[in-house]
């Protein structure tokens, strides 16, 4: 048992934490330029490491500490435009690739989670993208911008070696993105609360090698108000961790980002439970690898 540790390091890890002695980056993105409801996501990845200061490294459910095999807090993304972000942050997650870390980038707003699915389906090759998420954001551009948060999933859909996504959690979206969806990959909200047979139909319609960009609005706006575009209908943390631990045991997961964390002040719950997200999917990934 650790006490609080290193503040800026995951976990409040230091000793056997150094980029050479890990094997997962943690890479933040504090970015939040074209959020149109509540702002704040810049101030996530922050708020996500100092809870996860608070975290018990040991995991009971898969009796392991993922810690162990290193975890790097790499240093922040700062760009201030959209394209210098997203050419930095893909560059970035190259990088860390080309050296043979595990990257789990921190949002910020969901627009930046293109650079680092761009640069796992180069890496690795054609792979599918698991999208969890309460809004399509397929729409083509918003407000004029196509590098908008809500435009995101359109412009992943433009990268050569995504095969598909596979989303889930949807609630909202435009009468424009409609034509967008896929009905065989889209697991609307209102259909995964009776019972849990969706969650091997999203297994199988996912190829051997899978990245897993994680939207904190997938929860219900009772589990995490403290996001940029909160609704209501969402799931809840056994569901998540029930088909998360299903497609790591089932799937190669090469990646993953968790976005739209915009803490609020008053109320650490939410960012504790993004920190907890991180480390149980770390968790359920390395246990297939041990």
Not at 29 to 36: A, G, I
Not at 39 to 66: F, H, K, M
Not at 168 to 187: H, L, Q, Y
Request: hydrophobic share 40%; proline share 6%; aromatic share 8%.
């Amino acid at each position: 048992m650790q006490g609080r540790g290193n503040p800026n390091h995951f976990g409040g890890l230091s000793d056997g934490s150094s980029l050479e002695e890990s094997q997962i980056v943690v890479l933040p993105v504090p970015f939040d330029k074209t959020t149109t409801y509540q702002q704040g996501a810049d101030l996530g990845p922050a708020a996500i490491i100092e809870a996860s200061r608070n975290l018990e490294l040991y995991d009971i459910e898969t009796d392991s500490e993922v810690y162990r095999h290193g975890i790097y807090t790499a240093p922040a993304i700062e760009d201030q435009n959209s394209s210098e972000m997203l050419r930095s942050l893909y560059e970035e997650s190259l990088r860390f690739l080309r050296m043979g870390k595990f990257v789990v980038t921190l949002g910020g707003e969901h627009s930046i989670s293109a650079a680092p699915i761009r640069a796992h389906a180069e890496f690795f090759g054609p792979l599918t993208v698991l999208q969890f998420d309460a809004h399509a954001d397929l729409a083509d551009a918003y407000e004029g911008n196509p590098l908008s948060h809500a435009s995101v999933m359109a412009r992943v859909n433009e990268i050569p070696d995504v095969k598909r996504i596979v989303a889930v959690g949807i609630r909202s979206m435009s009468a424009e993105e409609k034509k967008s969806v896929n009905p065989d990959t889209t697991f609307f909200a209102h259909d995964l609360h009776d019972n849990d047979k969706w969650m091997d139909q999203v297994v199988d319609r996912l190829t051997d090698l899978v990245y897993i960009t994680f939207d904190l609005d997938a929860f219900d706006c009772s589990l995490m108000p403290s996001t940029g575009t909160p609704e209501p209908g969402g799931i809840f943390w056994h569901q998540a961790a029930k088909i998360l631990k299903k497609v790591a045991q089932k799937r190669q997961v090469v990646g993953f980002d968790i976005v739209e964390l915009a803490p609020l002040p008053d109320l650490k719950a939410p960012d504790f439970l993004s920190a907890k997200l991180l480390y149980k999917l770390l968790s359920y990934i390395f246990m297939r690898r041990s």
